[in-house]
């Protein structure tokens, strides 16, 4: 029963930092690669960040790079996501995902995860 939960939405001011959690279970963490993606109303879902649990490798969208961090802690089974700078075109519902890889390749592309957990939402405020 593989379960991905995501935590750690709220409201923030442009400008404000805000850290995002994806709580894992269900499966191997060491063998999977898990992403975050957001979707704004009106808007296609966009990769966001990804990480490969494996190897620590990390992967970012163009548009976060610099502003945004994804990391993992092994123990609790947990995939963070720090966001810092946020801007209004951030708000969206964040959701993380997994798919069994030891390699991120590719994996800013949606179509290669398995398993998706609910989302989180993000609101800022200008």
């Known amino acids: 029963d593989v379960q991905l939960q995501a935590s750690g939405g709220g409201l923030v001011q442009t400008g404000g930092s805000l850290t995002l959690s994806c709580a894992a279970s269900g499966f191997s963490f060491d063998d999977y690669v898990v992403g975050w993606f957001r979707q704004a109303p009106g808007r296609e879902r966009e990769a966001v960040s990804c990480?490969?649990?494996?190897?620590?490798?990390?992967y970012y969208a163009d548009f976060v790079k610099g502003r945004f961090t994804i990391s993992s802690d092994d123990g609790k089974g947990t995939v963070y996501l720090r966001m810092n700078s946020l801007k209004p075109e951030d708000a969206a519902d964040y959701s993380c995902?997994?798919?069994?890889?030891?390699?991120?390749?590719?994996?800013?592309?949606?179509?290669?995860?398995?398993?998706w957990g609910q989302g989180t939402l993000v609101t800022v405020s200008s």
């Open positions: 990480i490969s649990i494996s190897d620590g490798l990390t």
């Open positions: 995902a997994a798919f069994g890889s030891t390699s991120g390749s590719y994996c800013l592309f949606a179509r290669l995860y398995d398993y």
